[in-house]
């Protein structure tokens, strides 16, 4: 076999734990938004280390071609990006509370508390992660990074300096990079602070939007169900409220719109009841 087609195989279970993991912890986010509660986990992403990345890792940390995938630890990786401080150890104990079901806790590495000397701040966990292949279960490994928005910021920053100049970063960058990486962490901090006001507004806002989408979409069923007329009388209040009303007026004339409808027709929260 050539080792294009080796790669590619070894690499098909990482991919798939990959896009796996990422909608699971996606899949929290969205619950607590559809129950208008504040998520503790703001946005995921995720990748499959690149093969050059691999063999240059390997190179760097000595790790024999055979060894790769029980040693290097981070060929799977996923970002979960958090708002404030404080949701990082949030997502921390849902990702512990998972421990010995989907997903098994190797070990944890608290870089927040810790940080590296670049000023480099996120909580890295590597876990364990089972994927059902067409050949049987394969156990690979994963690292899952917690971080705020401002230490994704500085890391994604950093990183493309690192590669840039191929880790001799000059003097001067590098000690701008540590008071930039300070200045992030500053921010988190005067960001933690007010974060009441901050997720007060947002839960506000996202409490708005689900409710102007379930009376749109009440309003649409009344016209299609051939309540054309109360369709256009609840359109028109809408209309108004949406000037100048306020947030109960809008759930007030939700309900009014749900007794006019048969109650298996009625959509909230972008189900059928
Ligand atoms: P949503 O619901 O918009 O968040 P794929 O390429 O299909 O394997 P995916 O998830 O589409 O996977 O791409 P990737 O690159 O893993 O993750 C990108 C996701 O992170 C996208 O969300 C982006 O919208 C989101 N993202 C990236 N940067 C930011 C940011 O600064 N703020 C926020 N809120 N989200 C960001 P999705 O997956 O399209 O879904
Ligand atoms: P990628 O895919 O390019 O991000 P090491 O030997 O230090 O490279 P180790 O000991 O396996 O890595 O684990 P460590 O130190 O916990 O780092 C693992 C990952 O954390 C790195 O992956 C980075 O994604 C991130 N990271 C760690 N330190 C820094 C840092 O100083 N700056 C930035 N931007 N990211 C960091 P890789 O290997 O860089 O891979």
């Not at 590098?174 to 602070?193: C, G, K, N, S, V």
């Amino acid at each position: 076999m050539n080792k294009i087609r080796e790669w590619k195989s070894v690499l098909l279970p990482y991919d798939q734990a990959v896009q796996e993991i990422k909608i699971k912890f996606k899949a929290i986010r969205n619950e607590y938004r559809e129950m208008n509660e504040y998520s503790p986990i703001e946005f995921v992403t995720g990748r499959v280390k690149k093969i050059s990345s691999i063999i240059e890792k390997a190179k760097r940390r000595d790790i024999p071609e055979n060894m790769i995938t029980e040693l290097m630890e981070d060929i799977a990786g996923i970002r979960i990006m958090c708002q404030f401080k404080d949701d990082i150890y949030k997502v921390v104990n849902l990702i512990r509370k998972r421990d010995g079901k989907d997903l098994f806790i190797v070990y944890e590495k608290d870089y927040i508390n810790d940080y590296k000397e670049s000023g480099y701040r996120s909580y890295h966990i590597i876990i364990k992660y089972p994927v059902q292949t067409a050949f049987g279960e394969k156990e690979i490994l994963a690292e899952l990074q917690i971080r705020t928005l401002a230490m994704n910021f500085w890391a994604t920053i950093e990183h493309s300096l690192k590669y840039k100049y191929k880790e001799n970063i000059p003097d001067e960058i590098e000690a701008r990079l540590i008071r930039a990486a300070e200045a992030a962490a500053l921010l988190d901090e005067e960001m933690y602070e007010i974060r009441k006001e901050i997720i007060n507004a947002q839960l506000a806002f996202e409490e708005k939007s689900n409710t102007v989408r379930d009376i749109t979409d009440n309003i649409q069923i009344l016209s299609l169900s051939g309540n054309m007329k109360e369709a256009i009388e609840f359109q028109n209040r809408f209309d108004r409220i949406w000037e100048s009303g306020t947030q109960d007026d809008l759930i007030d004339l939700l309900g009014e719109i749900k007794e006019y409808l048969p109650r298996y027709k009625i959509l909230e929260n972008g189900h059928k009841e």
